[in-house]
């Protein structure tokens, strides 16, 4: 700290800066470290197509359950029609016997966010541990 004592004008206090940046600058360090620990946003999967040289599994083997949502809200679980009201007991009735809980919604882009987002509530409360979303690029392989 400092402090000016002038011959002339006698006594003068000026505020001393240093011991502000010295805060300022342990602050900025504590928020650099901090920064990139923090969680920038939600966890995808995506599913990922089959290699190019390796044939489709049959449909009786095939392990991805897809909900898909219709322009008119009709619902298919893997291709197979279903009710809203029935469609967590259906998924119950999958994932029954399964260790991998992931299931993907492909919902119309015409659709509300709000009719996916049902969609993925019934299945969180199922248990289904990821939900993924699939969009017309995903599908096409782009």
Same mark, same amino acid.
């Given at each position: 700290m400092a402090m000016a004592m002038g011959g002339k004008g006698g006594p003068s206090s000026d505020?001393?800066? /240093?011991?502000?940046?010295?805060?300022?600058?342990?602050l900025i360090i504590i928020f650099m470290v901090i920064t990139p620990l923090t969680p920038k946003g939600l966890e995808a999967r995506v599913p990922q197509p089959p290699p190019p040289n390796l044939p489709?599994?049959?449909?009786?083997? =095939?392990? /991805?359950?897809?909900? /898909?949502i219709e322009k008119d809200k009709s619902m298919k679980v893997n291709q197979e029609p279903i009710l809203f009201e029935n469609l967590s007991k259906r998924l119950e009735d999958i994932f029954k016997t399964r260790?991998?809980?992931v299931c993907f919604v492909?919902? =119309?882009?015409d659709l509300e966010y709000q009719d996916v987002a049902k969609v993925i509530d019934?299945?969180?409360g199922v248990g289904i541990d990821q939900v993924g979303l699939m969009t017309k690029k995903v599908e096409a392989g782009e």
């Open positions: 505020i001393n800066m /240093t011991p502000m940046i010295d805060v300022l600058l342990v489709p599994p049959p449909p009786d083997q =095939d392990r /991805t359950v897809v909900v /898909t260790a991998e809980r492909k919902g =119309d882009p019934v299945a969180k």
